[in-house]
Nanobody
Framework: VQLQASGGGLVQPGGSLRLSCAVSGSIFSINHMGWYRQAPGKQRELVATITSGGSSNYADSVKGRFTISRDNAKDMLYLQMNMLKPEDTAVYYC???????????????WGQGTQVTVSS
């Protein structure tokens, strides 16, 4: 199983970016998914999570600006980021709890990260 994040880049304050995370491999089901970020010198922090049923949760710092979504048919996870601020600058990682065919147990997987830089 692999998670491949993409969509990062350099954007000016107030701009937008859309991150994508593609899940591939032998998958029975995907439980919760999420986006995390890590800025230089800081610990990795939760940005947003979404359940298999579509219920979402956001960090206070991104509420009203970021939207997490998933396409269960395509095994994709997205993060629409609007009104970006310099403090959003970080490496963004996608995460998913995935159940394989055998053994039929949930395992936590991480993508490789994609850099988001918000600067004028």
């Amino acid at each position: 199983v692999q998670l491949q994040a993409s969509g990062g880049g350099l954007v000016q304050p107030g701009g937008s970016l859309r991150l994508s995370c593609a899940v591939s491999g032998s998958i029975f089901s995907i439980n919760h998914m999420g986006w995390y970020r890590q800025a230089p010198g800081k610990q990795r922090e939760l940005v947003a999570t979404i359940t298999s049923g579509g219920s979402s949760n956001y960090a206070d710092s991104v509420k009203g600006r970021f939207t997490i979504s998933r396409d269960n048919a395509k095994d994709m996870l997205y993060l629409q980021m609007n009104m970006l601020k310099p403090e959003d600058t970080a490496v963004y990682y996608c995460n998913a709890e995935i159940v394989g065919w055998y053994p039929r147990e949930p395992v936590d997987y991480w993508g490789q990260g994609t850099q988001v830089t918000v600067s004028s």
